[in-house]
């Protein structure tokens, strides 16, 4: 029981803790190879941009277009990255932008940001995306329903709210002083990247040096494991879909400044390219793996690409396809990956019972690690919901 406890890899090296400790296939098949993979597909990615529109995509402009569209994805993803890793999903992120934008820009919320200040248009935004999120959480972690049927339920409850209070038309944002900072630069950085480069670094922070980040891992490889070693999974699945939702209410403040607009189509089909860029990155769909490098590599990926595509009068209709192409080519390479992963651990547990179940598996982690290791296979009580169908 202690040599299992002795292996617990550092709590900070969040990929490491769920790819055994360095004990993988090779070095390109862990977290480090992952990400120079990402890195390399970006620089090649740059490449095709820069030879098939010269003087087009080599341009600091665009460069700042690809970074300012990339912040609000980028942004909605950190929060994708924590509850996929502890095995849900959310759908829910593109309508929830949209309902915070709309009520953030309600006459009655744009009265009190005139008496107040701005600031009341932020914390209405994001307090609206975390009341939904909560919602979200509660149902599925304590109403034990599927987390793809409760967040596409909350998809289509947030976006059709949205449009009842903005009555389908399009709200501006009356506030110069709103726009101005948001969608001001600061030393030639927009603030809009600045705010996703510090959202990535909190997601960072929170999941590879604190407990929650642990708790997570744990939930997402075995929650059953985590449950038998003190982690109330419920009460952790809550918490995770809340800050999905904070996160949500950002990236609507971030639209309203970059559109001076709340609106119920904003964040159409937002989680599909945050559940794209979080899978790129890296991410087990099963949860248990993941890491927020690999989702900013996966978002900028996922940005230039589209970027590149209209820079060459691709239609919309391609670029759909191109993403959808590319969405099952890196499922498929997890897939390998977490195979890969999973074999060698198999063999140093002579057979690998329970344990082999989820290649990210952070057991090891866990305090009281051989009761989480000889926890029954596959049973995942609390969390039933907290998955997305395999």
């Known amino acids: 029981m202690s040599e299992t406890t002795t292996a617990t890899p550092p709590a900070g090296s969040a990929s490491g803790t769920s790819d055994g400790g360095g004990k993988g296939p090779g070095l390109l098949a862990g977290p480090l190879g992952r990400n120079l993979g990402l890195v390399v597909a970006l620089l090649l990615l740059c490449v095709v941009g820069a030879l098939t529109a010269p003087g087009r995509f080599v341009d600091v402009d665009n460069v700042l277009t690809i970074l ?206 945050a559940i794209a860029a979080v899978v790129i990155g890296g991410t087990l769909l099963v949860g248990g793996r993941g890491t927020i490098v690999g989702t900013v590599l996966g978002v900028l990926i996922f940005t230039t690409l589209g970027n590149v595509f209209t820079l060459n009068n691709l239609s919309s209709s391609a670029q759909a396809v191109a993403r959808g192409v590319i969405i099952v080519l890196a499922v498929l390479l997890q897939q390998r990956l977490a195979a890969g992963g999973a074999r060698p651990r198999k063999k140093a547990r002579g057979g690998g019972g329970s344990g082999a179940a989820a290649p990210g598996n952070p057991t090891g982690a866990l305090p009281g690690g051989s009761a989480a290791a000889g926890g029954p296979a596959g049973a995942r009580p609390g969390d039933s919901g907290g998955r997305p169908p395999a």
């Open 68 to 273: 300012r569209l990339a912040a609000v994805v980028g942004v909605v993803s950190v929060g994708m990255t924590f509850v996929i890793i502890g095995g849900g999903i959310d759908l829910s992120v593109g309508a929830l932008v949209a309902l915070s934008s709309v009520w953030a820009t309600t006459l009655a919320t744009q009265q009190m940001a005139a008496d107040f200040h701005w600031i009341v248009m932020v914390f209405t935004a994001i307090a609206v995306g975390a009341g939904a999120g909560l919602i979200n959480g509660v149902v599925i972690a304590y109403g034990k329903l599927v987390a793809f049927i409760a967040t596409l339920a909350m998809l289509a409850a947030a976006r059709g709210l949205a449009e009842i209070l903005a009555n389908r038309r399009t709200q501006i944002v009356q506030d110069r002083s709103f726009i101005e900072f948001f969608g001001g630069d600061v030393l030639g950085i927009p603030t809009l990247v600045i705010i996703f480069a510090l959202v990535a670094a909190a997601g960072w922070v929170l999941l590879n040096r604190t407990t929650f980040g642990r708790r997570t891992f744990a939930v997402g490889g075995n929650a059953e494991a985590a449950r038998l070693a003190g982690i109330r999974v419920q009460r952790h699945t809550v918490w995770l879909y809340v800050l999905s939702g904070v996160t949500c209410g950002i990236a609507a403040v971030m639209l309203m400044a970059r559109t001076t607009t709340g609106s119920s189509t904003h964040g159409t089909l937002l989680e599909l390219d």
